[in-house]
């Protein structure tokens, strides 16, 4: 056997107002979240793309404002005549990937309603909604009337700082060369930062070798 047996434990990464590197591409968005006390209707659609940092600032303001986060995907099976859901009444709720909420729109309508009325209501989403594919014309006008705020693609400090991060969150140690080499080779988003740190983890792991610029153009040069 050559190389050892490895897992990717990926490592925990930290979602919190000070690890949330600000940047052109984000700081808007960043300011209009952190200024829910001002959102017309109290509420929000954050849209981004896959790795963006949705995720991310949808967290922070969970903290801020003490809301209960729920997946989109998960709106299918909520029983809205439930307890837990009836106590949303008036509440502060994150609704993660909105956008994939399948065949729970009435589910997201009633949701809204609830929330919206003395609450405050963030959605996340990859797409604007009037890309969902919406059949309930009322979800539809509600969430087209929402207030949007954008996650734009990464400028370089942001790709920079992210993949610092993300070696940090492994604990991983890496020469200075390595990340302006990765920020110049990689693709531009945050979900490909995402995977070529697992990647470079999971290399150096299997073959006992440190990271390294030389490590990440092997790796590179495979994908």
Known sequence: MTGQLTFDLGG???????????????ALALQTVEGWKDWPGRKLLLIGPEGSGKTHLAQIWATLAGATVINGADLASADLASADLGALSGARVVVEGADRIGAAEAALFHLHNLVTESGALLLTAATPPRDWGLGLADLASRLQATPIARLEAPDDALLAAVLVKLFADRQIAV???????LVSHMPRSIGAARGLVAALDARALALGRPVTRTLAAEVLGEE
């Open 12 to 26: 925990t990464e930290a979602l919190t107002r000070d690890d949330f590197f600000v940047s052109p591409a984000n």
């Open 175 to 181: 020469p200075a060369n390595l990340i302006p080499y």
